[in-house]
């Protein structure tokens, strides 16, 4: 249990109250959870699983020591029939279950895990080949952490964009977005459209849609936590017409 607030006494009464009630070991402030490594400095909180990252790589056991540069080649368009099935699928449905978890922290595989993760009911090898790329990818970058700086202010920036038409199986579209909080990012999603979309243009629009939702949440999110916005929040997007 993580228990956070600007006020230490609550913190205390709050613990106080549970330790009468249950038994309960105090491990102090936060540093490690489900895997989510938190440090705190002067400036603000950094979040990383880099931990978790070792682990998942001793996993792996990959044969070599290569790192690569970015975690999917440009344009890869990857189909059910690539490539030969794989013979063992359960290393294959580990192993990217493993990174879906990971992107609670890493956004910059958010895009080719969500790719790969279509695959685990009939992998084949080219889908693996692209999993052990990820993996080349997480070892050259294992440092990198989200920073939360203390001092910000709570304003909401969004970003939208999305591909068209990029499944070649069903010419359906991909819509992504990310959200800042001030300086610290604190939402990020990719995610298939539910249908086909007939222009760049409206793939564009369905991905500002996902976004608009997710931000009317967030406002009253933050309205329950005390922090009124009043001003509209701006959805920014490269369209083009």
Request: proline letters at 4%.
């Amino acid at each position: 249990m993580i228990i956070t607030s600007d006020d230490s006494e609550y913190i205390a009464f709050v613990k106080a109250r549970l330790r009468d009630q249950f038994l309960m070991t105090d491990l102090g402030p936060l540093r490690y959870f489900l895997g989510i490594e938190v440090s705190s400095t002067s400036d603000g909180f950094y979040i990383s699983q880099e931990k978790y990252i070792q682990n998942l790589l001793a996993r792996a056991a990959l044969g070599d020591k290569r790192t690569v540069e970015t975690p999917m080649d440009l344009n890869v368009k990857l189909q059910p029939t690539d490539g030969d099935p794989l013979p063992d699928l359960t290393r294959f449905r580990h192993l990217v279950g493993s990174l879906v978890y990971l992107a609670v922290t890493r956004l910059d595989i958010s895009y080719p895990v969500h790719i790969l993760s279509r695959f685990v009911s009939a992998p084949t090898t080219v889908h693996y080949s692209h999993l052990l790329r990820i993996l080349h990818y997480l070892r050259g970058t294992i440092t990198r952490r989200l920073f939360f700086p203390r001092s910000s202010s709570l304003q909401l920036q969004c970003y939208s964009d999305a591909t068209w038409a990029s499944d070649p199986s069903d010419r359906r579209s991909l819509s992504a977005y990310c959200v800042f909080l001030g300086d610290s990012l604190i939402a990020w999603k990719t995610k298939k459209q539910t249908a086909v979309s007939h222009s760049s243009v409206e793939a564009k629009l369905r991905a500002m849609a996902l976004l608009t939702a997710e931000v009317t949440w967030l406002r009253w999110l933050l309205a329950d936590f005390g922090v009124s916005i009043t001003t509209p929040t701006l959805v920014l997007s490269d369209m083009c017409y």
